[in-house]
């Protein structure tokens, strides 16, 4: 394990031109408010070329809350639902397709229409495939509108 160790020391002409074998030293230049004092850093220990540092990682996030970017990494992780829409003899098909518009993003009239004459015929459809917890928003949100919905796991067979 390398150590490495940070300061301000003073240096006699001696030491600068005749460094003692092993010691490993790096002088930075620039302006010194003291001449007598020359910034060094120096690093021992079993390596090949030993004097490089790592920067610590910092991670800015509050306590209790994950980022963005874990909440995107944990969805595609996240075994896929189906959202599935069940036939019933209440609502106009007309409806349906509106409120599957409104409801799932990007849901075209095509594909809307091509869902309600599924469930319809079939008695069941699936609506979309995706993470748990969009499936589980969009069910509530066609069971708001008045649908007959559920979901489940998408599996092997999607």
Known sequence: METAICGRITLS????????SGDKLLLLKGTCPNRGTIMMVSASGPGKGGGLLERPTIEKTSPGRESEFDLRKS???????????HNDNYNKREYVVQ???RVIPGMTLDNAVNIMQEAHYNGMAVVIVC???DAEEHCMQLRGNGLLS??????DGC
Do not use: H
């Open 99 to 101: 409120v599957l518009m």
């Open 131 to 133: 993470a748990q917890v």
């Open 150 to 155: 559920s979901i489940e796991p998408a599996g």
């Open 13 to 20: 002409a001696n030491q600068l031109l005749n460094p003692k």
């Open 75 to 85: 969805r595609k992780t996240s075994p896929p639902y189906r959202v599935l829409l």
